[in-house]
């Protein structure tokens, strides 16, 4: 497709389970981001890559949050030992641009629920 | 101090009418600014980009103030369609996003 997919959409998890999130960005975009965005909030800002290398990693909140972007494209956000406090949506968002001046395309988001 | 502030609103207005909100940023070395359209349980969309000089996309216009560190969105002649929560976006290393604006307009 030519936009930023997510999956899964929706994910139901019991506390203390692990949860992996993909994004597949726009083919060719060199920057990838994550954000987390709680319920009437705006979005949070995770993590941040350029092509394979993870440059800024200081919104990750503790080190249960992980991220990698081994090729250059696709991302995976792991959650370990999942809390309450974890559930929000969490948005994907590619640039073309290497430096974060760029339009940012987001992704439809997963919808994460820790019970 | 969050890094952005909006007004959350709601800016409740009817069809045809203008609204306007703004942003406040703290990061002085900020360099960009925009501003995102979120829809309900939707993800965000860039409306538009900001400049310093100010500009205009049809009905919408967006002004920059460095000196008291606001952006600004003009809304004129506000559709139906134009209900839903603004977010403003900036730049100082990373983009950061603000808690968003929700404007809803009535028929």
């Known amino acids: 497709g030519a936009g930023v997919s997510q999956s899964p959409r929706y994910k139901v998890a019991k506390r203390g389970q692990d949860v992996a999130l993909r994004c597949d960005p726009i083919s060719g975009h060199v920057s990838l981001f994550w954000y987390q965005q709680a319920l009437g909030q705006g979005p949070e800002f995770l993590t941040y890559f350029q092509n394979e290398a993870q440059l800024d990693k200081s919104g990750l909140p503790s080190d249960r949050f992980f991220a990698e972007r081994p090729e250059g494209s696709v991302s995976t956000l792991k959650i370990q030992r999942t809390q309450q406090e974890d559930s929000a949506v969490y948005l994907c968002a590619s640039s073309a641009k290497g430096s974060l001046t760029g339009e940012l395309f987001f992704g439809e988001g997963s919808r994460l629920t820790v019970l | 101090r969050k890094e952005v502030e909006q007004d959350p609103g709601p800016f409740n207005v009817p069809e045809g009418a203008t609204v306007a909100f703004n942003c406040t940023y703290s990061?002085?070395?900020?360099?960009?600014f925009f501003w995102y359209r979120q829809d309900c349980r939707k993800e965000p969309k860039l409306l538009m980009s900001?400049?310093?000089s100010g500009n205009e996309d049809g009905r919408f216009t967006a002004q920059l103030n460095r000196a008291s560190q606001y952006i600004s969105l003009l809304i004129r002649d506000s559709k139906l369609s134009d209900s839903a929560t603004y977010l403003c976006a900036v730049t100082g290393g990373l983009l950061s996003f603000g808690a968003g604006t929700t404007v809803t307009v009535r028929a």
């Open positions: 990061n002085s070395a900020s360099q960009s």
């Open positions: 900001v400049y310093s």
